[in-house]
């Protein structure tokens, strides 16, 4: 039971993380894209590429696995990530975007999500790969509860990543700019915000955030060119659950995610886990289609 | 010569019973504008519906009917129907995207139930050795289907006319008008909601019958072929061909499959079996790649559907721009 | 005579083949307060979504101060000196009251936003009391208030304003009216789409009276205030579809 609550929180961390960045473009952007969990693959696999590429050593530091290697890795797939995300803006949302309706946006994106999935199929293979082959003792940190210091160092640093987004959001002109236009584009616009600018930090937002959920993804669990497929439902219930739009909701649907869907394995097979995220969103869109907490009007 | 006519026989059930899918897509996005992530598992559904229905009894697994072949179809049609009517009833009054993301979480669902609840399903290695619709009497398998192809093609245009005419009645007409704007065709007291429902429900049936109808054929369903893969395939057809066309669906079937069927043959051939996984992950590229730029470049497919305000549309504009209250 | 905005003959809609107005063409000269009327549905707002850089404009022109500034996008016509405040969701109800105000000023930058926010509370002093509250909690008229103040922040040539006294107590819509005219009078041209027409008129130099995406009058408030062919217009068209 603690364990399982444990468990839960550390991959609702993850999950919290790609969801902030797929909040933000439902709220900004305006529609749902199916491919942001790809860039979560993306930025994983950019990691492992940049450190085999260049022979990276594992140099792990203190109880963790890893060390600074990674850490330069997951910069350069962050960046990776976020120049995917631009390109994809540039040659595909950029010239549909106003053109069709919002749902054409929203089909463009599965295709792109399909397109992403396979070139790093293409690229890395499809076996599930680690970035590290360091064995790692789990500490018992209570009677019943075992956890790795890599878990903890990941939950850790996902929470303070996600508050360094908050306080971007809330204290920087940027910020408020994107919460500006997450409200009502247009009024935005008329009030002088250029919203090529906001598109274009929301993509490098979101992108390197979901790049680094990827990385701590791999780091904790395994790399698998499926993880955005698996991951893309629990953001969606995430950021829903949260309210769209809100960066705080989005943290704590995926905290919540995370927790139900351990803690579900308690009652039925673990097989069916994935499909956890659904129902709790089925329930969410039945009960409370609005959110937990207020989103934006994007969020309508 | 005799082996290319097999294949093709076999290559055009296949074709036809994808038009049907397709057609059923078409009714969803093409003429009500509904997106629909999870066309697979509709398809599953409708496949699993039939084959549990028409099935064998056996001890181990839960069904087994042994229902006649043209109840199990319509019970796996109804049964996808049903799945159809439960994410659209969560969330058509919501946002469009809602939809998506639920029919998404379906095809997910659906598949770790194939995958998992071995009781009903037979797990991985799926139910085999169902009944073929009236395979005693046919003398060869060859002849059985040739004789099953000419059975699809008939439901294929049966429901072709179903929906041509669907689409041309009054229902039709409040449909597109609902897709060109909801707000005018609720101001004329039509309620779009409802309608939606009805135009998903039905859309989902068809794929449930498609489904059914590929049991029939082979004989037996397992979760291989069942695949996400299916529904960028089917979609990739739909706008190729045109939505909101028919005939440019099934032009867009031949087209699609036939690509990958041809890229199928061609890489098995270069590639070496150890990239197997990644030759796929080329074939699936080529699905994106004709999605996006398709919708980029030719964005009313092969076909295209005419581009007509309709009636009601317009007349709703007249009547909210004039309000008779003032 | 060159007008401080000029707009010529514009054709806008919000979908390329379905056009809202036809052949538009309104003037507008530094330090005048024009109006403009016509029935529900006759393309006023449409009109200043056009002008504001919201619509796409499929022919015709628009001119700020000489310069042909058709089609910017709204941002940039923002910097041109063009400021709108919408007739509907018109602040940031998700922002607080201070926010919205950063976001109005936030093209000039540092210190003159600063001073210029801080200027605007003295001028709408109603609203200091809400500086740190989500604007979301204001009433109509502070609404309103908050909007315009907003739209004041860069020193617009131009302010358009649709419908601002709409829902407001009447008080309120002659304390608005009274604001428009002194700022006009700072040499502000004014735009303003206004239901309430005789009380708009009363206050304005000129008027266009505008029905079915078209023009149909146009003259000083003056003349037009007591012309029966503008109550034509309004009536006319109500009779003939009731
Ligand atoms: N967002 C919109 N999308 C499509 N049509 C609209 C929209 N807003 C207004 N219209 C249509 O444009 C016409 C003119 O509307 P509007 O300019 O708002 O009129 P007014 O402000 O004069 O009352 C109306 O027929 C209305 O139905
Ligand atoms: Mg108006």
Known sequence: MLQAIADGLLTGAIIALGAIGLTLTMGILRFANFAHAEMMTWGAYMALGVLTLFGLPTAPFGPLTFGWPLLVATLVAAGLTVALALLIDRLVFRPLRGRVGHLTLVFASFGVALLVRNVVLLMFGGRATYYSNELQMSVEVMDGLRVMPDQIFVFCFALVLAGAVYLFLQKTPLGLAMRAVSENPSLAGVCGIRLGKVVMWTWIVGGSLAAVAGVLYGVTVQLRPEIGFHLLLPLFAAAILGGVGNVVGAVIGGLLIGLIESLSVLVIPSGYKLAIPFLVLLVVLFVRPSGLFRGTSGGR | ?326 | ?242
Not at chain 3, 27 to 48: D, F, H, M, W
Not at chain 3, 218 to 230: F, K, Q, R, T, Y
Request: glycine share 10%; net charge positive.
């Open chain 3, 1 to 242: 005579m060159s007008a401080l905005l000029e707009v010529e003959a514009v054709t806008a809609g919000y979908r390329p083949d379905l056009p809202i107005i036809t052949d538009m063409s309104v003037a507008v000269a530094r330090g005048e307060l024009v109006t403009i009327i016509g029935p529900n549905g006759a393309g006023k707002s449409t009109l200043i979504k056009a002008i504001a850089g919201l619509l796409k404009i499929t022919s015709g022109a628009v001119r700020l101060e000489g310069t042909l500034r058709t089609n910017l996008e709204p941002s940039r016509m923002a910097d041109a000196g063009i400021a709108y405040v919408p007739q509907t969701e018109n602040i940031f109800a998700s922002l607080t009251v201070e926010e919205n105000l950063k976001v109005g000023a936030q093209i000039l930058g540092g210190r003159a936003a600063r001073e210029r926010i801080a200027a605007a509370y003295d001028s709408f002093p109603d609203l200091t009391a809400y500086r740190r509250q989500k604007a979301a909690v204001l009433s109509g008229g502070q609404r309103q208030m908050l909007a315009v103040a907003r739209a004041l922040l860069t020193r617009p040539h131009l302010i358009m304003l649709d419908e601002p006294s709409a829902g407001l107590a009447p008080k309120l819509v002659t304390e608005v009216f009274q604001r428009l005219a002194a700022l006009a009078r700072t040499g502000v041209a004014i735009l303003m789409v206004e239901q309430n027409a005789k009380a708009a008129m009363a206050i304005s130099d000129r008027t266009y009276v505008l029905a079915e995406g078209r023009n149909r009058l146009d003259g000083p408030s003056a003349a037009l205030i007591d012309d029966p062919e503008v109550a034509a217009i309004y009536l006319g068209r109500a009779g003939r579809r009731a």
């Open chain 2, 1 to 326: 010569m005799l082996g290319i006519a097999l294949y093709l026989v076999f290559f055009l059930i296949v074709v036809t019973i994808y038009a049907i899918l397709v057609m059923g897509l078409n009714l969803q996005w093409g003429f009500t504008g509904l997106f629909n992530a999870g066309v697979v598992a509709f398809y599953a559904i409708g496949a699993y519906g039939t084959a549990i229905l028409i099935g064998p009894e056996r001890p181990e697994l839960i069904g087994g009917f042994e229902l006649p072949f043209a109840l199990g179809l319509l019970g796996g049609a109804a049964l996808a129907a049903l799945a159809g009517l439960v994410v659209a009833l969560a969330t058509l009054r919501l946002r469009e995207e809602y939809l998506a993301i639920a029919t998404f979480g379906i095809a997910i669902t659906v598949q770790l139930v194939a995958l998992n609840f071995d009781a009903l399903t037979g797990g991985a290695n799926g139910l085999i050795g169902l009944p073929r619709p009236m395979f005693g009497y046919f003398e060869t398998p060859n002849l059985y289907n040739v004789c099953y192809l000419v059975a699809v093609l008939a439901i294929a245009g049966a429901v072709y006319a179903l929906l041509e005419r669907a689409v041309r009645s009054p229902w039709g007409r409040v449909l597109r008008a609902i897709r060109e704007d909801a707000t005018a065709a609720r101001s004329l007291g039509k309620n779009p909601t409802a309608i939606r429902l009805q135009a998903f429900i039905l859309g989902s049936g068809i794929m449930g019958l498609a489904g059914g109808l590929y049991v029939g054929f082979i004989g037996f369903v397992s979760p291989i072929d069942f695949l996400p893969i299916l529904t960028f395939q089917i979609w990739a057809m739909l706008i190729v061909g045109g939505s909101g066309n028919n005939k440019g669906a099934v032009l867009g079937v031949l087209v699609v499959w036939g690509l990958w069927t041809i890229s199928g043959t061609l890489i098995s051939q270069v590639v070496p079996p150890s990239l197997q996984s990644q030759a796929g992950a080329g074939q699936a590229i080529i699905i994106g790649l004709v999605i996006v730029l398709t919708l980029l470049f030719r964005p009313r497919g092969l076909i295209g559907e005419e581009s007509v305000v309709s009636k009601h549309v317009r007349a709703a504009r007249v009547a909210r721009d004039n309000p008779s209250s003032s």
